[in-house]
């Protein structure tokens, strides 16, 4: 026990690795911030970089990068409704009606305080649960993961507003826009119209980044004499009893965000929003609707994105297996460094394991400290005139669509889908499932390749291999459900039973 401690204190106590491990994280909430510049880049680039170092500065920086980049998406979701990461896609749909209110520094407060929840659960889990978690895990077929998709597909019921038809339809659109490129089983050609340049598909960045923010620049033309919308920010960090308010919906998001970071290929964009759909289920009476800036808006996807990332160093110590794409860059920086992640990490080289635990504990402290300060700065943004504000969304939105692939046909891409994402707003469609189907459609499209193939593509047996397992069965039974309470004769069952 003591030895453990002392390589979960590490960090801590070096001074070099503790000024690493800040400057990580630091670095990673204003690279989380810029639409574009994703916390998967910034990582890979610093593999380039640390291949000269020893192993604990190169893994305690880029946790630091890791832990803030997740995070950081958050801040320009609230003050310009652009998300800085897909983790923050369900963070925008409250926090920035929260910031045309004049509550900007209220809604960064809550979310920084939730995101640093979510992430000691997170930790804490892969402390103590860490077995236990990965042997849940493992035991998903491709036919878990399909019906995963499936149940994540259906959660167009809590963001397409009003309209559920219409909500149908943008999941539908984005399902359509994320299969677009070559098959990846028979390299077949899909919707590329015999476009080379389309072959390989359309980058989900560009699709977020104009559909959000290129948009949202193009509404706000409509209210260019309107004046900035004055913040008032009495108090920054939220009180005692708004934390207790929120616990319960808190640990909940949290167990969300563990459980689908755990599940490799999955991540936190969609533990952020199954969170959210989670959060509009089981809050009866929110003292603001949804979508107009609740705060359980807030703190449901920002505790499970950031318990996420917890949850996917768990199959990355324990199996070897990444939980998403920045633990599977990390596993090929310890392999650099000699490391092996895998079952015999925790036998041979346990103290690599406790120091990880410890790094990213400092580096969620960190990010607490570093969230909650310059707030009164940050949210000046939304003061802007909008002759300010308008073009420092579109450059904002430029470059972060080239510097995904440096392409300026990403570029062209991102201002299309900015013109197509305005009429969509103009008629009432939300874009949120637009965003979702593109998450969602190669999880769906690969795993049900997978799961038809591993039953000889007969689908009778893949409806038995669902029946008979119990895991397949409680997920299938979850989609019925989730399904039937979308259609009226569900909101008529439960008036009567109300009556």
Same mark, same amino acid.
């Given at each position: 026990?003591?030895?453990?401690?002392?390589?979960?204190?590490?960090?801590?106590?070096?001074?070099?690795?503790?000024?690493?491990?800040?400057?990580?994280?630091?670095?990673?909430?204003?690279?989380?911030?810029?639409?574009?510049?994703?916390?998967?880049?910034?990582?890979?680039?610093?593999?380039?970089?640390?291949?000269?170092?020893?192993?604990?500065?190169?893994?305690?920086?880029?946790?630091?990068?890791?832990?803030?980049?997740?995070?950081?998406?958050?801040?320009?979701?609230?003050?310009?409704?652009?998300?800085? @990461? =897909? $983790?923050?896609? &369900?963070? %925008?749909?409250?926090?920035? *009606?929260?910031?045309?209110?004049?509550? +900007?520094?209220?809604? !960064?407060?809550?979310?920084?305080?939730?995101?640093?929840?979510?992430?000691?659960?997170?930790?804490?889990?892969?402390?103590?649960? @860490? =077995? $236990?978690?990965? &042997?849940? %895990?493992?035991?998903?077929? *491709?036919?878990?993961?399909?019906?995963? +998709?499936?149940?994540? !597909?259906?959660?167009?019921?809590?963001?397409?507003?009003?309209?559920?038809?219409?909500?149908?339809?943008?999941?539908?659109?984005?399902?359509?826009?994320?299969?677009?490129?070559?098959?990846?089983?028979?390299?077949?050609?899909?919707?590329?119209?015999?476009?080379?340049?389309?072959?390989?598909?359309?980058?989900?960045?560009?699709?977020?980044?104009?559909?959000?923010?290129?948009?949202?620049?193009?509404?706000?033309?409509?209210?260019?004499?309107?004046?900035?919308?004055?913040?008032?920010?009495?108090?920054?960090?939220?009180?005692?009893?708004?934390?207790?308010?929120?616990?319960?919906?808190?640990?909940?998001?949290?167990?969300?965000?563990?459980?689908?970071?755990?599940?490799?290929?999955?991540?936190?964009?969609?533990?952020?929003?199954?969170?959210?759909?989670?959060?509009?289920?089981?809050?009866?009476?929110?003292?603001?609707?949804?979508?107009?800036?609740?705060?359980?808006?807030?703190?449901?996807?920002?505790?499970?994105?950031?318990?996420?990332?917890?949850?996917?160093?768990?199959?990355?110590?324990?199996?070897?297996?990444?939980?998403?794409?920045?633990?599977?860059?990390?596993?090929?920086?310890?392999?650099?460094?000699?490391?092996?992640?895998?079952?015999?990490?925790?036998?041979?080289?346990?103290?690599?394991?406790?120091?990880?635990?410890?790094?990213?504990?400092?580096?969620?402290?960190?990010?607490?400290?570093?969230?909650?300060?310059?707030?009164?700065?940050?949210?000046?943004?939304?003061?802007?005139?909008?002759?300010?504000?308008?073009?420092?969304?579109?450059?904002?939105?430029?470059?972060?669509?080239?510097?995904?692939?440096?392409?300026?046909?990403?570029?062209?891409?991102?201002?299309?889908?900015?013109?197509?994402?305005?009429?969509?707003?103009?008629?009432?469609?939300?874009?949120?499932?637009?965003?979702?189907?593109?998450?969602?459609?190669?999880?769906?499209?690969?795993?049900?390749?997978?799961?038809?193939?591993?039953?000889?593509?007969?689908?009778?047996?893949?409806?038995?291999?669902?029946?008979?397992?119990?895991?397949?069965?409680?997920?299938?039974?979850?989609?019925?459900?989730?399904?039937?309470?979308?259609?009226?004769?569900?909101?008529?069952?439960?008036?009567?039973?109300?009556?």
């Amino acid at each position: 026990m003591i030895e453990i401690l002392q390589n979960v204190l590490i960090p801590f106590l070096d001074l070099k690795l503790l000024s690493l491990v800040a400057l990580g994280t630091f670095s990673g909430i204003y690279i989380g911030a810029i639409p574009g510049l994703s916390v998967t880049m910034a990582v890979s680039i610093l593999i380039s970089f640390t291949f000269s170092w020893d192993v604990y500065p190169a893994i305690s920086l880029m946790i630091g990068i890791y832990m803030g980049g997740v995070y950081g998406g958050s801040r320009t979701a609230i003050l310009l409704n652009i998300p800085g @990461a =897909p $983790s923050a896609i &369900a963070t %925008a749909l409250d926090g920035f *009606p929260m910031a045309q209110r004049g509550e +900007a520094g209220e809604a !960064i407060g809550i979310t920084t305080v939730m995101s640093f929840f979510g992430g000691l659960i997170g930790i804490t889990v892969l402390a103590l649960a @860490a =077995p $236990s978690v990965s &042997a849940f %895990a493992i035991k998903f077929q *491709p036919r878990d993961y399909m019906l995963l +998709a499936v149940l994540g !597909i259906l959660l167009v019921g809590s963001l397409s507003g009003d309209s559920l038809v219409k909500g149908i339809f943008a999941g539908a659109m984005g399902l359509m826009i994320g299969s677009i490129g070559l098959d990846p089983l028979t390299m077949d050609q899909r919707f590329t119209f015999g476009s080379t340049a389309m072959m390989g598909g359309i980058s989900f960045i560009a699709v977020m980044i104009g559909m959000f923010g290129v948009s949202e620049a193009l509404i706000q033309l409509h209210s260019m004499k309107t004046p900035g919308v004055k913040q008032v920010i009495n108090r920054i960090v939220p009180s005692f009893g708004t934390i207790r308010k929120y616990l319960p919906l808190s640990l909940q998001s949290s167990a969300i965000g563990v459980i689908i970071g755990a599940l490799p290929g999955t991540g936190g964009d969609i533990a952020a929003l199954m969170a959210y759909d989670h959060a509009r289920r089981v809050t009866k009476d929110p003292e603001v609707p949804f979508g107009q800036g609740a705060r359980e808006g807030l703190v449901a996807p920002e505790t499970a994105n950031n318990a996420a990332v917890g949850g996917a160093f768990i199959p990355m110590m324990t199996l070897g297996i990444p939980g998403d794409s920045v633990t599977a860059i990390m596993i090929g920086a310890l392999f650099i460094h000699g490391l092996h992640p895998g079952p015999m990490l925790m036998v041979e080289q346990p103290h690599m394991f406790w120091f990880i635990v410890g790094c990213l504990m400092l580096a969620n402290i960190f990010m607490l400290i570093f969230g909650l300060t310059g707030i009164k700065l940050f949210v000046k943004v939304v003061e802007m005139p909008r002759t300010v504000l308008i073009p420092l969304i579109l450059l904002l939105s430029i470059v972060g669509a080239y510097a995904v692939n440096n392409s300026l046909t990403d570029v062209y891409w991102m201002l299309g889908f900015g013109v197509l994402g305005y009429f969509m707003r103009l008629y009432g469609f939300s874009l949120g499932p637009v965003i979702l189907g593109v998450i969602l459609s190669r999880l769906l499209d690969d795993n049900w390749r997978r799961a038809i193939i591993s039953d000889q593509e007969s689908l009778p047996r893949l409806l038995h291999g669902i029946v008979t397992s119990p895991l397949s069965l409680t997920l299938f039974l979850a989609v019925i459900v989730i399904f039937l309470s979308k259609t009226p004769l569900w909101s008529m069952l439960m008036r009567k039973k109300t009556s």
